[in-house]
């Protein structure tokens, strides 16, 4: 199995930064694609950033120019850095990775979650 935690959410002031990290860990084989998701109230789940293996990203055209994806394959970790921050980025932040296990089994992983809330 493999396990994501996420961690660096919180409140931040419109206009402020954050930045999320997310730690992969248990039986890791290889880490493809790692991304990050997020979901408002009442809304469906949507792609923030993805990040390739090899350090290809893709951003959703709502933040473009205002977050980062980056990641560490040493340490399987992927970090999101957001600055210029606003309301409507208020969500859960969840994080996904397109992992094979140790048994080379693939499949979607996804974090716990962490809330990211951008309000005065």
């Known amino acids: 199995q493999v396990q994501l935690v996420e961690s660096g959410g919180g409140l931040v002031q419109p206009g402020g930064s954050l930045r999320l990290s997310c730690a992969a860990s248990g039986n890791i084989f290889r880490i493809n694609t790692m991304g990050w998701y997020r979901q408002a109230p009442g809304n469906e789940r949507e792609l923030v950033a993805a990040?390739?293996?090899?350090?290809?990203?893709n951003y959703a055209d709502s933040v473009k120019g205002r977050f980062t994806i980056s990641r560490d394959n040493a340490k399987n970790t992927v970090y999101l850095q957001m600055n210029s921050l606003k309301p409507e980025d208020t969500a859960v932040y969840y994080c996904?990775?397109?992992?094979?296990?140790?048994?080379?089994?693939?499949?979607?992983?996804w974090g716990q979650g962490t809330q990211v809330t951008v309000s005065s």
């Open positions: 990040i390739t293996s090899g350090g290809s990203t």
């Open positions: 996904n990775a397109d992992a094979v296990n140790s048994n080379l089994y693939r499949s979607a992983y």
